[in-house]
């Protein structure tokens, strides 16, 4: 199957919408004590990032499409705009910061800058939904987890991108 195909796009496409599905249902599950409310490190968007670096922006903004969608199904209205809105502005700004310096700036810069941007997305949207500005006070938190869970995404997205990059050019068992 030639890279390009558009079986080949459908089915990379397939494997990381099943990945982002798997890691957003882990992060949903998954107790971590010393987060603070509401608070998630954000592993499905590694896959949303290397979608915009690898496949372009076109592909991660339907990417979070199908994730939103995913959550809509299994969390219920409120998650799904939430997931929906957050990972859009995200998306958005990944996108800026992935071309920014001619592509040079690093995995972590972008990461950070998605991740806030993905957070500030869900504010806005609580806010209007519940018409109260009393979430405002909730800023810093989301601020500072979402600087410390862009580091970390980045950076595993930085250790994952040879294996990434082997499952997209087919490389995959020493074919390549």
């Known amino acids: 199957m030639h890279e390009k ?12 919408l099943g990945m982002v599905m798997v890691l957003t249902t882990l992060e949903h599950v998954l107790v971590v004590p010393f987060l ?5 490190p954000g592993f499905a968007n590694i896959m949303v990032m290397y ?9 991660a903004f339907m990417l979070n499409v199908l994730k939103a969608v ?6 219920g209205f409120i998650a799904g705009l ?9 998306v958005g700004v990944i996108i800026l910061l992935a071309g920014a310096k001619g592509g ?13 941007a993905h957070n500030l997305g869900q504010l806005a ?3 209007l939904l519940f018409a109260s500005g009393a979430m405002v006070y909730y800023l810093p938190v989301l601020i500072i987890s979402g600087m410390a869970a862009g580091l970390l995404t980045g950076a595993l997205l930085k250790a994952l991108m040879p294996v990434l990059v082997k499952l997209h050019k087919g490389q995959w068992g020493g074919h390549g």
Not at 36 to 40: A, C, G, R
Not at 104 to 115: E, L, P, T
């Open 36 to 40: 603070p409310p509401h608070v998630k």
């Open 82 to 90: 939430l997931s929906l809105s957050g990972g859009m502005v995200s």
């Open 51 to 59: 979608c915009v670096f690898v496949l372009g922006g076109r592909q």
């Open 104 to 116: 040079r700036m690093g995995y972590a810069a972008v990461s950070v800058g998605g991740a806030l």
């Open 70 to 75: 995913f959550v809509l199904a299994t969390r």
């Open 125 to 127: 949207v609580i806010m």
């Open 5 to 16: 195909s558009p079986a080949r796009h459908i089915a990379l496409m397939g494997i990381m």
